[in-house]
């Protein structure tokens, strides 16, 4: 699924402040490798069913199996591996015997103690994928982890490390034993354990997002071949909410527009968003926030919330507004199915001009019927003119207000929202009352 940077940020996926994005929330991957994998799967949304099912079913298979995941893996172990290869030391005899090891052991003290250690931490790792291919390289295994472990067991598959394979810890070994394990791994390894290394970071991101889904108690979507785009979802929420209050939403061939009104606060954005990060994460082979979801396989994610203006070019916000609606009319033109998450058309111009913009929007987008979109604005009066259109439809946030106090159910009604409470809130929040005492 084609996203670009502009929308990453919008939704939050991927931000400059990392710690708010969607990637830091769900990042429970226990290697920085992993995390690296993982943010680089982000980068680069699966394309076809048949991967995303295939990435859907590891992460099912690894949660089914935790108990076997290997625990002595960790990322304290891959940066001394990695140390190990980097750092220079006096050559491992390759002909040990007893005396040869005592040897070294006595004359190289600091470097034997550094080579006993990496050694620990080399076998805990390639026990760890030992145990790995062991539990979940099997007949039944997904595609992608099939393929992955076969790939490990061809590396790993070596005579070598048939000590490692008979022993339950390092410690077991005998001092030769342990400096020629390392003369093999620091000599004639080193290619082999880089793409070791690097077939597991994948294996630790697939765990990472495994530990997502059930930490958040994420559902796995259904995705269904279909000509046109659709999105049907059951009780769906903003994954980043502590207690979020959950949508139903659907948007297919018959109605492929939802035209989103409602009060400041009242859920307008969190919706737009909620719905982006839900289909983003669908083509991850994720589980999303909602009860039960189903949807088409998109070719493009595009969203315009939250444009900015440009000093040094002398661009004004609604000049780049206007660009960015032209940017994404060129792109959805191309007859694939693309979902387009628009908050707030036209912010940057008055409000009788953003109208008349914002109309001739709309009705031009109507013609794309091979898209979904999601818009939302304040200006309501514009939806009477759209009524004309049997492929909108009208959505709102209701607000209600009790002797000046505003409330919100957040919950998502059919029709069009007139409501007005600027004021209030300006009022509610003592500016009103500030100013009168300038």
Known sequence: MEIDKTTLTDLAILTNEGEFSLFHHINLC???????RLYDNFKHSLKSIEEIEGVQQTLQLILNKMEYWPSQISNGSIMMIEKFYQTSIETIPSNLSSFTAYSYKVFNRADFSFVEFSVGH???FIKGM????????????????????????????KKQFDIIENNHQASNLTTAQQLQLGHFLKYEFKRDMQELLSLYAQLDAWYGMAMAVKEFGLHFPKLVESERPFLMAKGLYHLQLQHPIGYDVTLDEQSNFLFLTGANMAGKSTLIKAVGTAVFLAHLGMGVPANSMQLSLFDGLLSNINVMDNLLKGESYFYNEVLRIKSTVLKISDGRKWLILIDELFKGTNVEDAMKCSTTVIKGLLKINNSLFILSTHLYEIGDELKQYPTIRFNYFETIVKEDQLFFNYQLKEGISSDRLGYLILKNEGVVDLLEKL
């Open 130 to 157: 030992q145990q790995l291919i062991n539990f979940f390289l099997t007949k039944e295994a997904p595609v992608p982890l099939q393929k992955l472990l076969q790939d490990a067991n061809q590396i790993i598959r």
């Open 30 to 36: 226990r290697t920085v490798g992993g995390r690296d």
């Open 122 to 124: 080399c076998f805990d």
